[in-house]
């Protein structure tokens, strides 16, 4: 069983959030500063943290610093959450390998997808990006569960990094590329997806040029930076800023405007990393 600390000094916050973990099989721990926080994340080691950005005895990005200092907590998914954004704070999270960052109030579904995504619960992932959607448009149909047959039988499906906040179109695009034979990943903002980048090295990244938390171009840099081969990416968007087009092919990149043919995207996927 999963274990999560909570590290907020809001006890409302923290019991919505305990009731809800809870509720979806995960062991909780809880603490209101950064102090005890900091002493309960090296004793507890847990699987992520949750942490508030404004808190007693220290801020949450001052902790996140330090944890990541310890070899006990340095590979620790964590997760901030806040009331107070600034236009730098995301970076500022971006820098110490944050894995979100959720504004209060926040979509409970949209948190627990991105808490099941930071620990490898992809399944779940996906059945809360599902009801996410839902929730926000109309119903729309489950796949029904399949066994899959034994991994030795296939190569590795090649492997996509979608970085889009718009879920529906998120879920469409990973539809259609898992019927045409590749393995999907989503993250819903910038700084989620440098951070999937990095960890997973997918074999291509097709990349929103408008994102929460940074721009796709930003994404792009950072992805060139810390890559040691960056993997290839294919721009998306719905934008008519002047330049973008070009700025893609400077940074050798494919550039689809939305909407763009779903025939013709997944040709030039094809022609990028094969099937």
């Not at 959030?17 to 004793?43: I, K, N, P, Q």
């Not at 409970?108 to 809360?128: K, N, S, W, Y």
């Not at 399949?146 to 970085?163: C, G, N, Q, S």
Request: no cysteine; proline share 7%; glycine share 8%.
């Amino acid at each position: 069983m999963k274990t999560v600390l909570i590290i907020d000094d809001d006890p409302r916050i923290v019991s919505a959030l305990e009731v809800r973990l809870r509720a979806d099989g995960y062991t909780t721990f809880a603490t209101g500063d950064a102090s005890t926080g900091f002493s309960r994340a090296l004793e507890l080691r847990p699987d992520l943290i949750l942490l508030d950005i404004s808190l007693p005895a220290g801020d949450g990005l001052s902790l996140a610093q330090k944890l990541r200092q310890r070899p006990e907590t340095r590979a620790t998914p964590i997760i901030f959450v806040t009331a107070h954004l600034d236009p730098e704070l995301r970076e500022r999270t971006m820098e110490v390998g944050a894995a979100g960052l959720f504004e209060k109030p926040y979509d409970g579904e949209e948190l627990m997808a991105v808490i099941g995504h930071a620990l490898g619960e992809t399944g779940m992932f996906r059945r809360r990006i599902a009801q996410f959607v839902r929730g926000a448009e109309e119903s729309t149909a489950v796949e029904p569960a399949v066994t899959p047959p034994p991994a030795e039988a296939f190569p590795p499906l090649k492997r996509i990094l979608i970085i889009e906040d718009d879920a529906k179109i998120a879920m469409a695009l990973a539809l259609r590329l898992k019927t045409a034979g590749y393995e999907t990943t989503l993250a819903h903002d910038a700084l989620a997806g440098v951070n999937l980048a990095l960890r997973m090295n997918p074999d291509l990244v097709l990349l929103d040029v408008s994102l929460p938390a940074g721009d796709g171009f930003q994404v792009a840099e950072r992805m060139r930076a810390l890559q040691a081969a960056p993997s290839p990416i294919i721009f998306l968007t719905a934008s008519q800023r002047p330049g973008l087009r070009q700025r893609a092919q400077e940074l050798g990149a494919g550039f689809f405007e939305k909407p763009y043919e779903h025939e013709a995207l997944l040709a030039a996927v094809e022609q990028r990393i094969g099937a």
